[in-house]
């Protein structure tokens, strides 16, 4: 069956350059989580959607950042101005239900290098 | 706040040998415990998890965890290793659905 897809899966942009990243998630699935991973690290949280509304962003790093999901179903995560240290590898999950006993269901992951 | 540590960046091990991979915890709360696992160019997978119940979890691919609560422990464990098993390994705490994740155990499977 169809998994948690995400586009594109390397993105290479000059600094200073806007980026966006999307996510398709299991069809149905109400929860839709982004993360970072750092090279050589676990991924970390950076904001968590149920259906439409954005309920927690309180891992994004800086106002640059800004995620949406207007549907309910595909969001979008944009990077403003990139730099440097957004080099990573962005994850995309979801899970059917809200709650914390649920699985999260993970996509490939963009991998954006910023030059 | 939670966290979670994982004791060891790399196990090498030889095939068919046991393995373990560590992980402790810390939170103030009940906990929800997770092991991924993550193949080169794939997404993070589900092995295991542990909501309530029997400490001792089994998951898929042969691998099983156990919650050890007065050790803040979840250690994964598989009794025998396949060369297919090399990946990196991550244990994680779900809190409001959010997953806290340590760094990683990257486990090599040697012939």
């Known amino acids: 069956g169809a998994g948690v897809s995400q586009s594109p899966r390397y993105k290479v942009a000059k600094r200073g350059q806007d980026v966006a990243l999307r996510c398709d998630p299991i069809s149905g699935h109400v929860s839709l989580f982004w993360y970072q991973q750092a090279l050589g690290q676990g991924p970390e949280f950076l904001t968590y959607f149920q259906n439409e509304a954005q309920l927690d962003k309180s891992g994004l790093p800086s106002d640059r950042f800004f995620a949406e999901r207007p549907e309910g179903s595909v969001s979008t995560l944009k990077i403003q101005r990139t730099q440097q240290e957004d080099s990573a590898v962005y994850l995309c999950?979801?899970?059917?239900?809200?709650?914390?006993?649920?699985?999260?269901?993970f996509g490939p992951g963009t991998r954006l290098t910023v030059l | 706040a939670q966290s979670v540590t994982q004791l060891d960046s790399q196990v090498p091990v030889f095939e068919e040998a046991p393995v373990e991979l560590r992980c402790n915890y810390s939170?103030?709360?009940?906990?929800?415990l997770f092991w991924y696992v993550q193949y080169p160019n794939q997404g993070l997978q589900l092995l295991l998890k542990?909501?309530?119940?029997?400490?001792l979890v089994k998951g898929i691919n042969g691998f099983e965890a156990e919650f050890n609560k007065s050790q803040t422990s979840f250690h994964l464990r598989k009794p025998s290793v396949h060369i297919s098993d090399t990946a990196e390994y991550f244990c994680?705490?779900?809190?409001?659905?959010?997953?806290?994740f340590g760094q990683g155990t990257i486990l090599t499977v040697h012939p």
């Open positions: 994680a705490v779900s809190r409001g659905g959010k997953l806290t």
């Open positions: 999950a979801s899970s059917l239900v809200a709650g914390s006993t649920d699985t999260q269901y």
């Open positions: 939170s103030s709360v009940s906990v929800y």
């Open positions: 542990y909501l309530s119940g029997s400490t």
